[in-house]
T-cell receptor, first 116, second 117 residues
Framework: EAGVTQFPSHSVIEKGQTVTLRCDPI?????LYWYRRVMGKEIKFLLH????????ESGMPNNRFLAERTGGTYSTLKVQPAELEDSGVYFC??????????????FGNGTRLTVT | AQKVTQAQTEISVVEKEDVTLDCVYE???????LFWYKQPPSGELVFLIR??????QNEISGRYSWNFQKSTSSFNFTITASQVVDSAVYFC??????????????FGSGTQLTVLP
């Protein structure tokens, strides 16, 4: 079974440019999450999709970030325009979940974003 | 509010030593779930173990063992006879079952473990 796949693995862009990160979840997983780790700090929640619907986007830092999951399969996270403080590692995760919410999240390798 | 504290930022041990990674959590919910993840140098976050708040049994899996104590809000992770391949960043995480943002994982800041040959 293929795991969560993220593309690109690394991205270096200049301040003010646009970057789009892609995540392909494990097949059959309805739940898809975006997290990020900035400058060695905690890994922070950004948002959660259930199929194509945004279930919780309380972690999105501002309106420069736009996430989509058209068709409920892969997801994209666009940062436009990028700022220096957006640098970090962006993780995507997916899960199957039952009532007890105890299903683990399966993470991808992350995309390391550097804004210069 | 939920919080996970991993007070140990970095630990270095020599191969074959035992090492314990500490995790202390805070939550007001009575139902919650605790997780440990490993991030090797390759970058992916690998799920290691899950523990439910109503199950305080400790667990041993090979060289790994976990000590969950609700009385001290701790969920510590021990590696016995450490190996160089255990070198990684280890994250403790918490998920509660009652709050509106229940599906979020709250992570600790991670502990960088280096096992020296």
């Amino acid at each position: 079974e293929a795991g969560v796949t993220q593309f690109p693995s690394h991205s270096v862009i200049e301040k003010g440019q646009t970057v789009t990160l892609r995540c392909d979840p494990i097949s059959g997983h309805d739940n898809l999450y975006w997290y990020r780790r900035v400058m060695g700090k905690e890994i922070k929640f950004l948002l959660h999709f259930v199929k194509e619907s945004k279930q919780d986007e309380s972690g999105m830092p501002n309106n420069r970030f736009l996430a989509e999951r058209t068709g409920g399969t892969y997801s994209t996270l666009k940062v436009q325009p990028a700022e220096l403080e957006d640098s970090g590692v962006y993780f995507c995760a997916s899960s199957e979940e039952g009532v007890l919410l105890n299903s683990p999240l399966h993470f991808g390798n992350g995309t390391r974003l550097t804004v210069t | 509010a939920q919080k996970v504290t991993q007070a140990q930022t970095e630990i270095s041990v020599v191969e074959k030593e035992d090492v314990t990674l500490d995790c202390v959590y805070e939550t007001r919910d009575t139902t919650y779930y605790l997780f440990w993840y490993k991030q090797p140098p390759s970058g992916e976050l690998v799920f290691l173990i899950r523990r439910n708040s109503f199950d305080e049994q400790n667990e041993i899996s090979g060289r790994y063992s976990w000590n969950f104590q609700k009385s001290t809000s701790s969920f510590n992770f021990t590696i016995t006879a450490s190996q160089v391949v255990d070198s990684a960043v280890y994250f403790c995480a918490l998920r509660s079952g009652a709050s509106g943002s229940a599906r979020q994982l709250t992570f600790g800041s991670g502990t960088q473990l280096t096992v020296l040959p």
